[in-house]
């Protein structure tokens, strides 16, 4: 069965440190992958996307996501995290087909000033 | 400005009344969704549909029912028999690429029961 997996349920880290989110997907196929933003008490903003192509992502906000076939890994990252980037992130992926998508349980991003 | 409306913002249910929460969108999307959210357990798939008078059962659907009477719209009614409502509930819409659609989001309703 298809499964999206975020290994880390809470991060800290420090304003101007550098930022990776774990995310790791089960799936048959060539997945269609997604990493979303949400605020507290606000809806998703998606950050970037993975169809096919090149493997390494760009988003919005300075992010940019790998995808890695033989790790099954989607991870996010940022070189620089601003205290604005305070927020929980939820990796998901596509199944082709079903307009369905699995989503992790996300990673909530807390920032030290 | 295109995008997605949710209203209310935030809804209170007494027992054993049904309530509807509106999702609207101006995207001209054809596919829409109903996701139900819940501490530390992600997004659960409620209802979607993908064209108009046509919509399919997601993994949570019991105590919910929708229609899907207008492209634009896809309210969800969360009936009496959800013994369990309290939740925050995210609608999203995309094109229909096969497989290359990409959701986008409302910014969701709170429901609390009373």
């Known amino acids: 069965a298809q499964s999206v997996t975020q290994p880390d349920i809470h991060i800290t880290v420090s304003e101007g440190a550098s930022l990776e989110l774990r995310c790791n997907y089960s799936y048959g196929a060539t997945p269609y992958l997604f990493w979303y933003v949400q605020s507290p008490g606000q809806g998703l903003q998606l950050l970037l996307k993975y169809f096919s192509g090149d493997t390494l992502v760009q988003g919005i906000k300075g992010f940019e996501a790998e995808f890695k076939r033989s790790q099954s890994s989607f991870n996010l990252r940022k070189p620089s995290v601003h205290w604005s980037d305070a927020a929980e992130y939820f990796c998901?992926?596509?199944?082709?087909?079903?307009?369905?998508?699995?989503f992790g349980t996300g990673t909530r991003l807390k920032v030290l000033a | 400005d295109g995008g997605i409306t949710q209203s209310p913002k935030y809804l209170f249910r007494k027992e054993g009344q049904n309530v509807t929460l509106s999702c609207e969108q101006n995207?001209?999307?054809?596919?829409m969704y109903w996701y139900r959210q819940d501490p530390g357990q992600g997004l659960r798939l409620i209802y979607y549909?993908?064209?108009?008078?046509?919509?399919q059962k997601g993994d949570i659907a019991e105590g919910y029912s929708v229609s899907r009477e207008k492209k634009e719209s896809f309210p969800l009614t969360v009936t009496s028999a959800q013994k369990n409502p309290t939740a925050f509930y995210l609608c999203?819409?995309?094109?229909?690429?096969?497989?290359?659609?990409?959701?986008?989001f409302g910014p969701g309703t709170r429901l609390l029961v009373l």
């Open positions: 995207l001209n999307h054809d596919a």
């Open positions: 999203a819409s995309s094109t229909r690429d096969y497989g290359k659609e990409t959701q986008y």
């Open positions: 549909s993908q064209i108009v008078n046509d919509f």
């Open positions: 998901a992926v596509g199944t082709s087909g079903t307009y369905k998508y699995i």
